[in-house]
Protein backbone atom coordinates (compact mmCIF):
# COMPACT_ATOMS: atom_id res chain seq x y z
CA UNK A 1 0.00 0.00 0.00
CA UNK A 2 1.38 3.39 -1.03
CA UNK A 3 1.82 5.63 1.72
CA UNK A 4 3.02 9.38 1.88
CA UNK A 5 3.08 11.13 5.51
CA UNK A 6 4.12 14.53 5.58
CA UNK A 7 5.48 16.06 9.09
CA UNK A 8 6.89 19.34 9.79
CA UNK A 9 4.72 22.41 9.18
CA UNK A 10 3.93 24.86 11.33
CA UNK A 11 3.95 28.36 12.22
CA UNK A 12 6.76 30.73 11.30
CA UNK A 13 7.68 34.56 11.19
CA UNK A 14 9.16 36.32 7.48
CA UNK A 15 12.64 35.40 7.30
CA UNK A 16 12.56 32.24 9.22
CA UNK A 17 12.58 28.57 8.33
CA UNK A 18 11.05 25.30 8.34
CA UNK A 19 11.81 21.68 7.73
CA UNK A 20 9.42 18.95 6.25
CA UNK A 21 9.68 15.72 5.60
CA UNK A 22 7.72 13.13 3.65
CA UNK A 23 8.35 9.32 4.74
CA UNK A 24 7.57 7.34 1.91
CA UNK A 25 6.31 3.45 2.03
CA UNK A 26 4.23 0.63 -0.07
CA UNK A 27 6.67 1.35 -3.58
CA UNK A 28 10.22 1.11 -5.11
CA UNK A 29 11.35 4.96 -4.97
CA UNK A 30 13.82 4.53 -7.64
CA UNK A 31 11.41 4.57 -10.32
CA UNK A 32 9.96 7.82 -9.13
CA UNK A 33 10.63 11.87 -8.91
CA UNK A 34 9.19 12.60 -5.40
CA UNK A 35 8.47 16.29 -5.33
CA UNK A 36 6.70 18.83 -2.81
CA UNK A 37 3.50 20.96 -3.87
CA UNK A 38 1.60 23.57 -2.00
CA UNK A 39 -1.86 25.13 -2.09
CA UNK A 40 -2.29 28.70 -0.86
CA UNK A 41 -5.99 29.20 0.76
CA UNK A 42 -8.02 29.95 -2.24
CA UNK A 43 -5.69 29.02 -4.93
CA UNK A 44 -4.87 25.38 -7.33
CA UNK A 45 -2.00 23.43 -6.60
CA UNK A 46 1.45 24.84 -7.19
CA UNK A 47 5.17 22.85 -7.76
CA UNK A 48 7.58 23.85 -5.88
CA UNK A 49 10.56 21.04 -5.94
CA UNK A 50 11.24 17.82 -6.99
CA UNK A 51 13.74 14.99 -7.26
CA UNK A 52 14.25 11.84 -9.25
CA UNK A 53 15.46 9.16 -6.94
CA UNK A 54 17.86 7.65 -8.69
CA UNK A 55 19.71 10.16 -10.19
CA UNK A 56 18.89 12.74 -7.41
CA UNK A 57 18.75 15.39 -9.53
CA UNK A 58 16.56 18.58 -8.58
CA UNK A 59 14.00 20.58 -9.99
CA UNK A 60 12.54 23.82 -8.54
CA UNK A 61 10.13 26.72 -9.00
CA UNK A 62 11.12 30.16 -9.35
CA UNK A 63 9.12 31.55 -6.56
CA UNK A 64 11.31 29.17 -3.70
CA UNK A 65 14.65 29.05 -6.35
CA UNK A 66 17.95 29.94 -3.88
CA UNK A 67 15.86 29.75 -0.53
CA UNK A 68 14.06 26.04 -0.41
CA UNK A 69 16.31 22.75 -0.78
CA UNK A 70 14.98 19.63 -1.41
CA UNK A 71 16.73 16.34 -0.56
CA UNK A 72 16.43 12.83 -0.17
CA UNK A 73 17.58 10.40 2.34
CA UNK A 74 17.58 6.85 0.95
CA UNK A 75 18.01 4.72 3.88
CA UNK A 76 14.80 5.33 5.17
CA UNK A 77 13.31 6.67 1.71
CA UNK A 78 12.37 10.12 3.41
CA UNK A 79 12.14 13.66 0.98
CA UNK A 80 13.07 16.58 3.18
CA UNK A 81 12.54 20.42 2.06
CA UNK A 82 14.15 22.91 3.76
CA UNK A 83 12.53 26.12 3.66
CA UNK A 84 14.92 29.43 4.01
CA UNK A 85 13.73 33.07 4.21
CA UNK A 86 9.93 32.08 4.35
CA UNK A 87 7.67 34.89 2.71
CA UNK A 88 4.02 35.32 3.73
CA UNK A 89 3.49 34.33 0.33
CA UNK A 90 4.71 30.76 1.07
CA UNK A 91 1.77 30.13 3.86
CA UNK A 92 -0.09 27.07 2.09
CA UNK A 93 -0.91 23.30 2.80
CA UNK A 94 2.48 21.55 1.37
CA UNK A 95 2.15 17.83 -0.49
CA UNK A 96 4.46 15.52 -0.58
CA UNK A 97 3.58 13.59 -4.31
CA UNK A 98 5.17 10.93 -6.97
CA UNK A 99 5.42 10.81 -10.31
CA UNK A 100 6.79 8.53 -12.72
CA UNK A 101 10.42 8.79 -13.37
CA UNK A 102 9.90 9.67 -17.31
CA UNK A 103 12.33 12.15 -18.08
CA UNK A 104 9.06 14.61 -18.78
CA UNK A 105 8.18 17.97 -17.48
CA UNK A 106 8.32 17.34 -13.23
CA UNK A 107 6.93 20.74 -12.55
CA UNK A 108 3.70 19.39 -14.15
CA UNK A 109 1.28 19.28 -11.18
CA UNK A 110 -1.18 16.76 -13.13
CA UNK A 111 1.55 14.21 -13.21
CA UNK A 112 1.66 13.25 -10.09
CA UNK A 113 -0.50 10.29 -9.14
CA UNK A 114 -0.42 9.99 -5.43
CA UNK A 115 -0.32 12.45 -2.74
CA UNK A 116 0.47 12.55 0.72
CA UNK A 117 -2.31 13.86 3.30
CA UNK A 118 -0.52 17.71 3.38
CA UNK A 119 1.06 19.84 6.12
CA UNK A 120 0.52 23.63 6.71
CA UNK A 121 2.65 25.99 6.20
CA UNK A 122 1.70 29.27 8.24
CA UNK A 123 4.00 32.12 7.55
CA UNK A 124 3.33 35.58 9.91
CA UNK A 125 4.67 38.89 8.90
Known amino acids: QVQLVESGGGLVQAGGSLTLSCAAN????????MAWLRQAPGKGREFVAAITWRAGITTYSDAVKGRFTISKVDANNTVVLRMNSLKPADTADYYC??????????????????WGQGTQVTVSS
Open 26 to 33: GFSLSNYV
Open 97 to 114: ARKTDDYGDDAQVSQYDY
